[in-house]
Nanobody, 116 residues
Framework: QVQLVESGGGLVQAGGSLRLSCAAS????????MAWYRQAPGKARELVARITGVDRINYSDSAKGRFTISRDDAKNTVDLQMDSLKPEDTAVYYC??????????WGQGTQVTVSS
């Protein structure tokens, strides 16, 4: 199994930046997909950004141009740099991984609140 621990959430004013980090441990070998999802109150969980393999990256339309996902396989981490934050980015952000051996894993979530 893979265990994921997120950090870096908090309260920020609109236009500000936050960097989320997720550390993976356990059966981390051959993790193929590392991603960030978010869930706002009353809404479904949605994909924010995803890295498949070494460099295949996908962003949601709302994240494009403002957020940057990166992974460091030496440290077993995946980060999400969030710039130009908006109040509508307020949500709980979840780290997610998938590997052939362990399947899908989720972190416990970290709250991001953007004030107007």
């Amino acid at each position: 199994q893979v265990q994921l621990v997120e950090s870096g959430g908090g309260l920020v004013q609109a236009g500000g930046s936050l960097r989320l980090s997720c550390a993976a441990s356990g059966n981390i070998y051959s993790i193929n997909v590392m991603a960030w999802y978010r869930q706002a109150p009353g809404k479904a969980r949605e994909l924010v950004a995803r890295i498949t393999g070494v460099d295949r990256i996908n962003y949601s339309d709302s994240a494009k141009g403002r957020f940057t996902i990166s992974r460091d396989d030496a440290k077993n981490t995946v980060d999400l740099q969030m710039d130009s934050l908006k109040p509508e980015d307020t949500a709980v952000y979840y780290c997610n991984t998938w590997s052939p051996g362990s399947g899908m894993a989720w972190g416990q979530g970290t709250q991001v609140t953007v004030s107007s």
